[in-house]
């Protein structure tokens, strides 16, 4: 089992930024893919980014968003630039069983409870 948790959202501005950190509890963190999803109001939850070995991100966040982990705080983190009203949703952070990288979320084994970042325009 790997339990999550969330924390750094909140309110900003169009052109902000805020960083999102993940801490992992449980089975051996550099085990496991690692990944940022969100579900904006209204719609189905998305894929935003993750990282295995190397880091992969969905187009609507390249090039504003890193994301980064450090194993041996077992720590995800998601550095959000730029941000845009867009960018609007409950963040969650998932986890896999294994080191590949998959942007559907129900091939992910283990989630987050959310954190909620507002971007005002």
């Known amino acids: 089992q790997v339990q999550l948790v969330e924390s750094g959202g909140g309110l900003v501005q169009a052109g902000g930024s805020l960083r999102l950190s993940c801490a992992a509890s449980g089975r051996t963190f550099s085990w496991h893919a690692v990944g940022w999803f969100r579900q904006p109001p209204g719609k189905e939850r998305e894929y935003v980014a993750a990282?295995?070995?190397?880091?992969h991100y969905a187009e609507s966040v390249k090039g504003r968003f890193s994301i980064s982990r450090d194993n041996a705080k077992n720590t995800l983190y998601l550095q959000m630039n730029s941000l845009k009203p867009e960018d609007t949703a409950v963040y969650y952070c998932?986890?896999?069983?294994?080191?590949?990288?998959?942007?559907?979320?129900?091939?992910?084994?283990?989630w987050g409870q959310g954190t909620q970042v507002t971007v005002s325009s």
């Open positions: 990282i295995g070995g190397t880091p």
């Open positions: 998932a986890a896999r069983t294994t080191l590949g990288v998959t942007t559907v979320p129900r091939n992910w084994n283990y």
